[in-house]
Antibody
């Protein structure tokens, strides 16, 4: 069925950087789009970015120019490089897979990012 | 960006109740709508995709309907494990967007 495990979260000062990783197992990683979705404490879900199976990338406007999504199909891992972090980037970050353009059907447990001085 | 509005935001219900949650889009999204369930401290779980297709392993008391701009998630007979927050999501275009959520609580 598959598993996703995120890592790389932590506490960072405003303006700092973090690199999140999400390691996949149990399914054919290269055949899936991989997404990052975040959830600020006590708030709803916000879609952040996607890397498609063929390497296409899209972002929500609030992170364009600051975040970069990438994938390495050899090690079954998707990354989210986050630069110029802001207080409002504080959230639990989930990675999720999606079969093509459909909804995300497998989610990791998330990694917490806290941006604070 | 496509905006999704869920109603109600909070819902109090009893075991065995039939529960209906609505999700409205500010423009047509065909049937490219999904429903997720999220419990505290857990990741979201996909319940329904393409507006009405039940995800594998999801109990049949969950159903989805609608197309265009108005969609509904129905829980046929509320069970103890169904107390949670439910989110709709459009996958018609990027950026993908979610509704604000509906929290289903025990009456």
């Amino acid at each position: 069925q598959g598993q996703l495990v995120e890592s790389g979260g932590g506490v960072v000062q405003p303006g700092g950087s973090l690199r999140l990783s999400c390691e996949a197992s149990g399914f054919s990683f290269s055949n899936y789009a991989m997404h990052w979705v975040r959830q600020a404490p006590g708030k709803g879900l916000e879609w952040v970015a996607v890397t498609t199976y063929d390497g296409g990338k899209k972002y929500v406007d609030s992170v364009k120019g600051r975040f970069t999504i990438s994938r390495d199909n050899f090690v079954n891992t998707v990354f989210l490089q986050m630069n110029s972090l802001r207080d409002e980037d504080t959230a639990m970050y989930y990675c999720a897979r999606a079969p093509g353009e459909t909804a995300e059907d497998l989610w990791g447990k998330g990694t917490l990012v806290t941006v604070s001085a | 960006d496509i905006q999704l509005t869920q109603s109600p935001s909070f819902l109090s219900a009893s075991l065995g109740d039939r529960v209906t949650i609505t999700c409205r889009a500010n423009q047509g999204i065909n049937n490219y709508l999904a429903w997720f369930q999220q419990k505290p401290g857990q990741a979201p779980k996909l319940l329904i995709y393409f507006a009405s297709t039940l995800q594998s392993g999801v109990p049949s008391r969950f159903s989805g309907s609608g197309s265009g701009t108005e969609f509904t998630l129905t829980i046929g007979s509320l069970q103890p494990e169904d107390f949670a927050t439910y989110f709709c999501q459009q996958v018609d275009s990027y950026p993908r967007t979610f509704g604000q959520g509906t929290k289903v609580e025990a009456k």
